[in-house]
């Protein structure tokens, strides 16, 4: 069965501690995996997506790689508008559009 | 900015009330989605369109119907509302792989 996996559930860091979200899957035949930040009350927000293992992708503070078996978002030197819930999908295997999601990690940066 | 758009925001209702949500996009993309997002669970399918006329179920289907007569328009509809549909509902369109959402529609079904 297709699944995607996130942990931890929160996250709670001060500035400028550097850490890392985990987004573990199970997917036959993986198609893209996607990572998006969510702020309270919005949409998510699209942030980067991985087609292969070894791939890397940054945006400023935060940086996605992907193995085989999981992908991680790190996020180094976090600042307090960097706290947002941040989502993980994959594409399901049988399909090219719909996608199957993980449950989020919130995270919160302190001043 | 994706250009979506969803009505209304906010709704309260009475269970067993019929119940309409809107998604409007201004980007001719041909995939349209709807989610719901509860606590502790990851966003959740509810039915997809891949053109006019053209949608099929997702994971969450039962007690939803959807209707798109135009490709900027998609609609999610409670024929009869129930406590369990309260939710956030988002709406999506697809550019490529990537999806892109709405702001979300907060439905409380009382």
């Known amino acids: 069965e297709d699944q995607v996996t996130q942990s931890p559930e929160a996250l709670r860091l001060q500035e400028g501690e550097s850490s890392s979200l985990n987004c573990s899957y199970t997917v036959s035949g993986l198609r893209g995996l996607f990572w998006y930040r969510q702020d309270p009350g919005k949409g998510p927000e699209f942030l980067f997506t991985?087609?292969?293992?070894?791939e890397e992708k940054e945006k400023e503070r935060l940086k996605a790689t992907l193995t085989k078996k999981e992908s991680f978002l790190h996020i180094t030197a976090p600042k307090p508008e960097d706290s947002a819930t941040y989502l993980c999908a994959v594409h399901r295997g049988d399909s090219n559009y719909q996608l199957i999601w993980g449950a989020g990690t919130k995270l919160i940066i302190k001043p | 900015d994706a250009g979506i758009t969803q009505s209304p925001r906010h709704k309260v209702t009475e269970t067993g009330t019929p119940v309409t949500l809107r998604c409007h996009q201004t980007e001719n993309h041909r995939y349209m989605y709807w989610y719901r997002q509860d606590p502790g669970h990851g966003l959740r399918l509810i039915h997809y369109?891949?053109?006019?006329?053209?949608?099929d179920k997702g994971e969450v289907s039962d007690g939803y119907s959807v209707s798109r007569s135009k490709t900027e328009d998609f609609l999610l509809t409670l024929e009869s509302a129930t406590s369990s549909q309260t939710s956030v509902y988002f709406c999506?369109?697809?550019?490529?792989?990537?999806?892109?959402f709405g702001p979300g529609t907060r439905l409380t079904v009382l």
């Open positions: 369109s891949y053109g006019v006329k053209d949608t």
């Open positions: 999506a369109i697809s550019s490529g792989f990537e999806q892109f």
């Open positions: 991985l087609y292969s293992a070894g």
